[in-house]
């Protein structure tokens, strides 16, 4: 069973930055989509961004383009959402997944339903 664990969230005033990491445990994920979600108190899960890791191709959020930046590390699993100029808005729990194979144009598009695999996530706090 994959698991993903998150680390990296923390509480931040508006203007900072944070990176959040996500790394599979107990498996080694093959051409995988790795997104980021975001889920604020008595809102729906919300895609952030996402990579496919075969050729690291990107997809962003309209609401966090030019923000936010998703990379892969060198552990092709482990997967980056460096966080910059964050606001109020941007405060919820944030969660890493991940499903194998489908190309990088699908992912690109992939919603959560996609996603087979989820960590636990990590909140962030982003006070005004």
């Known amino acids: 069973q994959v698991q993903l664990v998150e680390s990296g969230g923390g509480s931040v005033q508006a203007g900072g930055s944070l990176r959040l990491s996500c790394t599979p445990s107990?498996?080694?994920?093959?051409?995988?989509?790795m997104g980021w979600f975001r889920q604020a108190p008595g809102k729906e899960r919300e895609r952030v961004a996402s990579?496919?890791?075969?050729?690291?191709?990107?997809s962003y959020d309209d609401s966090v383009k030019g923000r936010f930046t998703i990379s892969q590390g060198n552990a092709k699993n482990t997967v980056y959402l460096q966080m910059n100029s964050l606001k109020p808005e941007d405060t919820a729990m944030y969660y890493c997944?991940?499903?194998?194979?489908?190309?990088?144009?699908?992912?690109?598009?992939?919603?959560?339903?996609?996603?087979?695999?989820w960590g636990q996530g990590t909140q962030v706090t982003v006070s005004s």
């Open positions: 997944a991940a499903y194998e194979y489908g190309g990088s144009r699908y992912c690109r598009a992939a919603t959560v339903a996609d996603f087979r695999y």
């Open positions: 107990g498996y080694t994920i093959n051409s995988a989509c």
């Open positions: 990579i496919y890791t075969d050729d690291t191709t990107t």
